[in-house]
């Protein structure tokens, strides 16, 4: 494998004209002072997007690292979620204002419901609260994660704003390629959750190291190639600072249609990691 450096990070325009990198850190269980350090190192490896949430009990390690960084606030898209038990509008409003105090920032450029919940029947609610502190200058953008396209047109029909993400699992077990095409009809881009088979076998797949040997590239760096190349925006989670960097070193090569259509081809029937179906599952 040929080695690479990290370049410039790409970016693409939201339907409410902000930006969003088209890779991100995730930083799901990165917490206390370790979980700092290593956002501290991925801004300085080159990572302008960063995805937490509330629930993830890590917005302070989040502003921490940011803090310890010394990167103009400008430059970054730091992104949160709103969690399910606070979709009642007077529990949104004073949460998503926690999650900015815990962060030490003015304002989110990104805030995302997690879930829509539906049997809560709560998540049209949820969204207008976001947009009510959008209009406050405390959110930036605003989107949506886990949501089907029932839940899209829910928010369409009952607000007239769609969101301007929506973060959903992908991976080669579960491309979601009619999704991605659905969400990208109606100008809202797509971010992938466990972009590289979370604590799963999947970078194991005899294929992924056929493409890999093909471009000369990592596993994880040809899986994320292919998200990036489908148009989604991955968000893989690394504390390491090679890793991190490694995983940003994927805009300097190509996957042909070819290589893009095998990869895709490990999709499994159920293919969900967790068997986490929006329709039916729900988070608190």
């Not at 960084?69 to 004073?94: C, F, M, S, W």
């Not at 009952?158 to 009809?185: C, D, M, R, Y």
């Amino acid at each position: 494998m040929s080695e690479s450096t990290a370049g410039p990070v790409e970016s693409i325009v939201l339907n409410d004209c902000t930006t969003l990198p088209k890779i991100g850190l995730g930083t799901y269980k990165l917490r206390g002072r370790s979980g700092a350090a290593a956002v501290e190192s991925a801004i300085r490896s080159g990572y302008r997007l960063l995805d937490s949430a509330y629930n993830y009990e890590n917005e302070g390690s989040v502003g921490a690292g940011i803090a310890a960084a010394g990167v103009d606030r400008n430059q970054l898209r730091v992104t949160t979620k709103l969690p399910g038990r606070y979709h009642e509008r007077d529990q949104a409003i004073p949460a998503v204002e926690e999650s900015l105090f815990r962060a030490g920032l003015e304002y989110f450029d990104l805030c995302l419901i997690h879930w829509p919940n539906p049997k809560q029947g709560k998540y049209v609610e949820a969204w207008r609260a976001l947009i009510e502190l959008r209009e406050r200058g405390l959110l930036r953008s605003i989107g949506v994660s886990n949501f089907l396209p029932e839940h899209l047109e829910t928010l369409q029909q009952e607000t007239g704003v769609l969101p301007s993400v929506n973060q959903l699992e992908i991976h080669p077990w579960f491309p979601q390629t009619e999704t991605i095409a659905k969400n990208h009809e109606l100008g809202i881009a797509v971010e992938s959750w466990s972009p590289v088979g979370r604590q799963t076998d999947l970078q194991q797949e005899p294929l992924l190291a056929q493409v890999a040997a093909e471009v000369d590239r990592s596993v994880v760096q040809t899986l994320l190639r292919w998200h990036v190349q489908r148009g989604a925006v991955p968000i893989p989670k690394s504390s390491d600072p090679e890793r991190q960097r490694e995983n940003l070193s994927v805009f300097d090569f190509t996957l042909s249609d070819e290589q893009v259509d095998r990869i895709s081809s490990l999709a499994r029937p159920e293919g969900r990691l967790k068997g986490q179906d929006p329709a039916v599952y729900e988070e608190f």
